[in-house]
């Protein structure tokens, strides 16, 4: 028996972070989303990914970003014998819902694991309408 908790030794403290890293939720993809000059911005951080593994789609309002990496194995990582292996390799989504946006004009830009996409608002017209009471 153990006087000392299985949660003092580091390689646990270790094994909780991993955890936490290979979630494939939000969490791995954090965003800042903002209004300014007339646009919606979104600022995603996507570190270690190439903008090739990533795509971005828009229907109906909805802006789906996917970013997807898989490992890669050769002849060169079948002769080496992983001790802790953290990296994270799949697919990982999030989706924004925008009910006034110019799908047409949305621009992206991804520098230094950083996502910038640019939502052009439209010009809705007024939809609001009184409704008579029978």
């Known amino acids: 028996m153990s006087l000392i908790p299985r ?3 580091l390689d646990d403290i270790l094994d909780d972070v991993s955890r936490l890293a290979t979630r494939r939720d ?5 965003c ?3 209004e300014e000059n007339g646009n919606y911005n979104i600022e995603m951080d996507i570190p270690g990914y190439d903008k090739k593994d990533i795509s ?3 229907n109906d309002g909805v802006l789906t970003i996917t970013a997807e990496k898989n490992t890669e194995f050769n ?3 079948e002769s080496k014998k992983y ?19 110019d799908e ?3 621009s992206a830009d991804f520098r ?4 910038t996409v640019v939502i052009p608002k439209s010009r809705k017209q007024e939809s609001k309408r009184v409704i008579e009471i029978n």
């Open 83 to 101: 001790i802790r292996r953290e990296r994270v390799y799949g697919k990982v989504t999030r989706s924004f819902s925008f009910s006034d946006i």
């Open 104 to 106: 047409e004009n949305i």
């Open 32 to 34: 800042d989303v903002y």
């Open 112 to 115: 230094n694991g950083t996502l």
């Open 56 to 58: 971005i789609e828009c």
């Open 7 to 9: 949660s003092f030794y």
């Open 26 to 30: 939000v969490t791995s993809m954090k």
């Open 75 to 77: 002849s060169e990582s």
